[in-house]
C-alpha cells in the first residue's frame, strides 16, 4: 500500500501540539465522543483536541470527499451520528483514508479553510476535556489470542504447573472467544469479581471476591470489513481487513482461573473485563513502525506464512497507582508489541480458515506482549511470580495482585525519527466486591 | 409464579391444530418472520400459521395491553417491527407475558374479536409456510455450557484421553464464550471448516477440510433481561431472566477441537457454527413440564443451590438425512433435557457470579444433553466411539462424521397429559469447503 500523503512527516498542523503528544497530524486516530446537549458523534483526536466530524459534515467540509466516494457520500452525515465506529467502518478502507486525508487537510497549517473561520472552528473543535470518550466499537464477536510466546510460557509455567511450551503451541495463533459486554471503555470502574476459587490455606474450593486481580499489558486490533459465513481471509489479504489498533487490558482472576482451567481446560470464565482506550489509531498511521517479527521455527504452514514486514514496534507500558496516591503512576513494565510472535494479521487468518465470518467492529486482542527481560512482563502473575515475589514499591508498597482502590493505566505509543505516533491510554480502578 | 391463564389446558383455538401440532395454543412461542414485501416483523407461531404481531398491533388488538402495561404501550407498534426479539425483550417479563396472554385470549375458539374479522384473518394470519424464518435474536453474548455429565465424561475420555471427570466439574457448570457472529437460524447451510489437523496415518498436523465434522443435540435459552456490570443474579431470581428455549445444533470439528486442546487447553476455535431453531418457546409455557434434576453431589456451594424443580423435561431428537435422500429422515438419537446435571438457573447464576454483564437477546447453550443410554447421546463423537464404530443404517450406509450433502435436524417437545409443546426443529446442511 503507498503510503498516505497524511503520513507525511513534515505535515504540521495550525493546532499547536507538542512534540510529546501522542495525536500529531501524522497520527489523526478515530474515536466516539459524548458531547453534553449535543449526543454521541464520530470525531478524530489532534492534539489535546476532538474534532467534531459531524459538525464538520454539517458544514460541508467532507462534500468535496462525498463526491469521491459516492459510499461515503451517501452515508454522510448521518453515519457521524452514531453511537459507535461501525457504521463509519462498513463503508470500506477507501472511505476510512478519504476521511482522514481530508482532515488532514483541514488540518494543515497552510489551510485556512477551517483554520480561518472562528464559528467552525468554535463548533467543531472541542477540547477532549470537554467531552465524554466512549467505547469505539460496539463489538459482535471478540476474540483473545495469545501472541506472545514469553507469555504463553509464563502462563503455562505459573498455571499451568508444565515447564514448556506444547509444540502445538507453534503451529497456529491460539484464541478464545470472550464477551462483547465485557469490552469497557477507558476509566470504566472495575468491580472486583467473585467465584471459586481454593484459598492458600485450603485444599477445598470457597465462593468468594478473587484474592488475584490481574491485568494484562497488550493491544487490540478492530476489523474493519465484514465477511460472509465461509469466506477465509488470506494471511497476505488480511491487513485490508483490519481498521486500526486500540490498547486493550484485559482483567483476569488468577486463582477463578487456575480453578476452572483444572476443569477439562476450560479457560472461559476467567475473564472480567477488557478495557480499551477511546482513540483507535490507523493501521495507515502505524506504516512507518513495520518491523520484522521474531524468527518463526516450525516454519509455518503456507496457510500462515507471509512475506514482509507484518508486525509493528509500538512501545507499551504499564503503570500502576495505588489506591490514595496522589502521584504520578509507577511504572511498572515496559513492552513492545514486536516481540509477538504471531502478527495481527496471521491472527486474523487463522481466526477465518475456518470460515467464520467477522463483522466490522470486532475486536482481536493480542493476549499480554510480555518480552524475554523482567522488565518487559505484561502481567502481575509474570511480574510477581504467581504472587510469590511481591514488588517493591517506593513508600514501603508491595505489591501482589490488586488490591480494592488500585489505579492501573496502559499506554502506548510508536517513536521513530522524532515522530510520535501514540495510542493514547486507558484507565481502570478497581471497585470492592458488592455485598 | 401462578400459571397463566394462558397455559389452560382445556383452551382450544379457532384455529384448526392437530394433536401432533408443535404449537398449540397453550405455546404461543414467538419468532421473527420476514414477509415479502413487508419487511420482518415479530410473530407467534400458532399451528401451521404465524400470527404478525405488528399488524396485530395497527389493527389496535393491543391498545387494551398498551393501556395496562405503559412501558409496552410506549414501544408499539414499531417494537414488533424489527429484526430480532431484543427490543421487545428488554421491555420485561410482564410485558411478555401481556402479550401472550392477549394473544391466547385472540385465539380462543369463543372469542369472536379477530376471529370473524376475515379482513384482520387474512392480513395477521400467515402460513408459516409463506413467510421466512429469521434468527429470532440478535446475541450479545454467546456462551456454551457443558451442563450434561454424561457428555462431559464422554467428552473427556474420546478427546481428552482421560478416564474420569475431574472432581472440579461438579463444583460449577462450565462454560466458554462463542461468537455471536456463528449463531445462524434453521435452514442455514452449514459449509465444512477446515484447519490444523492430524490425518489418522499421519503424526505432524496438515491445514485442509475437517474430516470429522460433528453436530450437537441441545437447546439454549435466551436471556430476556439486561443488566449492568458487576450485576450478580441469585439462582432464586434467575429464572425471570430467561425468556424462553430453543433447539440448538453446535456443529463442531472433532479433529480440529482435539490438536487444539492440546495446546494450553485452548477450546475456543472448535467451534464452527450454533443453528438456532426460529421459534423461543416461552419459560411460561414450559411451567407444566417441571422436574427434579439428577442429585448433585457433591452438595453445591450455597451460591448454586436452589430449591424446587429446577429442571424442564424436553425430549430431544437427532435426525439425519443422507445426501441425495428423499424418504423420511432417521432417528440417530433420542434424549432429554431432564438428563442435564446443572439446571439452566444455575447456568446463569455461574455466569453472573463474576458480574458479567448480560444483555437481551444472548443465548446460553446447554452442550450436548446426552442421556446414559447408548441411544441417548448427543453427538456423533459419542455415538460413533469417537468415529471408529460407524452407525450402521439403512441401505448399508455407514454413517462415522458428516459428508457433504448430509443434513442434520434436531427437535424437540414437552408431553404430558396429553399436551404437547413444541419447539419445532433446526435443520442444516453441510456444504463442501470451499475452494
New interface residues.
Partial sequence: MPASPANDPSLHSWIDIRPTDDFPIQNLPFGVIDVPDWGPRLAVAIGGYALDLYACAQLGYFDSVAEDVPELGAALPKVFRRRSLNAFLKLGPVAWRAVRERVSELLRHDNPTLRDNELAVRTCLLRQRDVTMLRPVKP????CF?ASRTH?LN??QLL?GVSS??T??H??P?????????V?VSD?AI?R????HVPADQTE???GPTQQLDVSLETAFVVGQTTA????VPVAQAESHIFGILLCNEWH?RD?QR???????????M???SSVSPWVVTLDALEPFRVAGPAQQPEP???LQASGEQHFDLHLELLFKPTGSTVAPLVLSHTSTSTNYWSMAQQLA??T???????AG?LCASGASSGPTSGALGSLLELTQGGTQPLSLPNDLHLGYLRDGDTVIVRGYAEKNGLRIGLGEVSGTV?PT?T
Fill in positions: 459482535t464477536n471478540v476474540t495469545e504463553a502462563v503455562a499451568g511450551l506444547s502445538h503451541w503451529h497456529q491460539l484464541a478464545y472467544s470472550s464477551r462483547a459486554s465485557s469497557v470504566t468491580r469479581p467473585s467465584g471459586l474450593p470457597v465462593f459465513p465461509g469466506t477465509t482472576a477463578l480453578w476452572q482451567a483444572l476443569a477439562l481446560g476450560s479457560l472461559a470464565q475473564h472480567v473485563a504452514l503456507p496457510y487463522q481466526l480458515a475456518n470460515g467464520t465470518a467477522l463483522e470486532d471497585l458488592t
